[in-house]
């Protein structure tokens, strides 16, 4: 079945990112909004907008009700959740299928089944994945819990068996620790992400997060290489880049290959990612998570590879099978992605929504900005403070950081603080250069380099009078 309207109910830069790989197939979008999301570049562009709530986005954006309405009163015959929200809710997915309209993404069974991080284990372990020592299923007490850690042993990480971003997660270094954070995790799991159930497994100290790529069409799956996101603040991702540069060419293959098999494994639709930590010392690796979704961080893979998986996930959910074949992937040179946050990096990262007073976009060959910004737009406060990613790509990793210090100097969003001075500074950091960190460097990191996090002021802008008429009148 051939897409002919897609809603996308979502917001922020996906929003527009969807809205723009829509159009370049000839299909019509319609963007759903709160009340704070009037005046969004994704209602701008799309060509229809339904408003669905208000700025909670419990009383928008999380419910299938408005959505599925809004499909309904536009005719829309899909919808893509884009990532957050609802965009791993196996009961929206369903509630989708079973209004007759696509669901751009995995069937709601695969996502009950590998969306849920205990059964992913579960069927990792099947599929011969190595995981990471732990829970083999849902640890719904914290009796049930302590049994399993004295066996393990710690450090620990108490992780939610559902959702992602960070939420949820835990790490435990004793036993008075534990019984003291097991109760956070539970409550903050069942706020965010309506289920409490929570599993623990042992903590790999020193470990490199690295996540695979892949595209299945419930048949067939290919791997699109790997992402490293090792630098990361409170587990949430803050640099990420494809290739990474700390795999051996033999441990990638077999980490990409065994992505492929588990994907295969669940029949797997769609766009997806495998997460896992290698341990660069052993050369092992572990399976974390699937995350049944696209990613933020997906546009250095198509900036490596030249596949745009936003237009293969949707061409995928309009019936059509894989259009690439595994030997025609190919990594071409190096890309590095930066997250621009509404944050002052100089003041413990608080939100610092505002106005866009003026905006310039750093261009030239290599160059992306994906974000939702334009000059005049207010950044609302009521959602996460993701403004845009700056990617860039070029021949190799040390030719794509040093575009990247080029390309965040022309990167310019007055009005309100963001984290470029985080990206400057790092981008000139010799470890980072030498790609000398793993998922716990960072944090330090800040905290011994709060003086290079301060933004400078920004650069008054030269005002350009009108040059009096000549007195004939000339030009």
Not at 177 to 203: C, I, N, R, S, T
Not at 416 to 428: D, F, N, P, R, Y
């Amino acid at each position: 079945m051939t897409i002919q309207k897609l809603l996308i109910a979502n917001r922020g830069e996906i929003a527009v990112r969807i809205i723009r790989a829509a159009r370049e197939l000839g299909i019509a979008t319609v963007q759903v909004y709160s009340k704070a999301d009037k005046e969004s570049l994704a209602v701008r562009l799309a060509d229809e907008s339904v408003e669905i709530g208000p700025a909670q986005a419990s009383k928008s954006y999380l419910r299938h009700d408005a959505i599925l309405a809004a499909a309904n009163e536009t005719s829309a015959d899909a919808i893509h959740p884009g990532y957050g929200f609802l965009a791993e809710n196996a009961e929206f997915a369903a509630a989708v299928e079973e209004a007759g309209l696509i669901f751009v993404g995995p069937t709601a069974q695969s996502i009950r089944l590998i969306g849920d991080k205990v059964a992913a284990r579960a069927a990792a372990a099947a599929a011969d994945v190595p995981t990471v020592p732990g829970s083999r299923g849902r640890l719904e007490s914290a009796e049930e819990a302590f049994a399993l850690v004295e066996t393990t042993g710690f450090p620990v990480v108490i992780k939610a068996a559902v959702g992602g971003g960070g939420r949820g997660i835990r790490i435990a270094r004793s036993a008075e620790e534990f019984h003291h954070l097991m109760p956070q995790a539970q409550a903050e799991a069942l706020a965010a992400f309506g289920d409490g159930g929570l599993y623990v497994e042992k903590l790999i100290e020193g470990a490199r997060h690295i996540e695979v790529q892949v595209l299945g069409d419930g048949h067939d799956v290919i791997h699109c290489y790997e992402r490293e996101c090792s630098l990361q603040r409170r587990r949430q991702k803050v640099w990420e880049e494809a290739p990474s540069p700390s795999l051996p060419s033999a441990v990638r293959e077999q980490l990409c290959a065994s992505a492929v098999a588990l994907a295969k494994a669940v029949h797997y639709r769609g766009a997806g990612t495998l997460e896992y930590l290698y341990d660069s010392s052993s050369g092992a690796f572990y399976f974390l998570e699937m995350n049944t979704r696209i990613q933020v961080e997906h546009p250095v893979t198509e900036m490596v590879t030249g596949i745009d998986l936003v237009r293969e996930m949707i061409r995928i959910a309009g019936g059509e099978r894989l259009r690439i074949s595994q030997d025609q992937v190919r990594l071409h040179g190096h890309s590095i992605e930066v997250r621009i946050n509404a944050e002052d990096p100089a003041k413990g990262f608080m939100p610092n929504p505002g106005t866009v007073t003026a905006l310039d976009v750093p261009g030239g060959n290599g160059v992306r900005f994906d974000s939702m910004l334009y000059p005049g737009y207010t950044v609302p406060p009521f959602y996460d403070s993701l403004l845009g990613k700056l990617i860039v790509h070029d021949e190799d990793r040390a030719a794509a950081i040093r575009r990247l210090a080029r390309a965040l100097t022309e990167l310019n969003i007055e009005g309100l603080v963001t984290t470029k001075s985080l990206h400057q500074a790092l981008a000139q950091d010799a470890e980072v250069q030498a790609a000398r960190f793993h998922t716990a460097w960072l944090e330090p990191w800040l905290e011994a380099n709060a003086a290079r996090l301060v933004a400078p002021a920004a650069p008054a802008r030269a005002v350009i009078s009108e040059p009096a008429p000549s007195a004939t009148g000339g030009q």
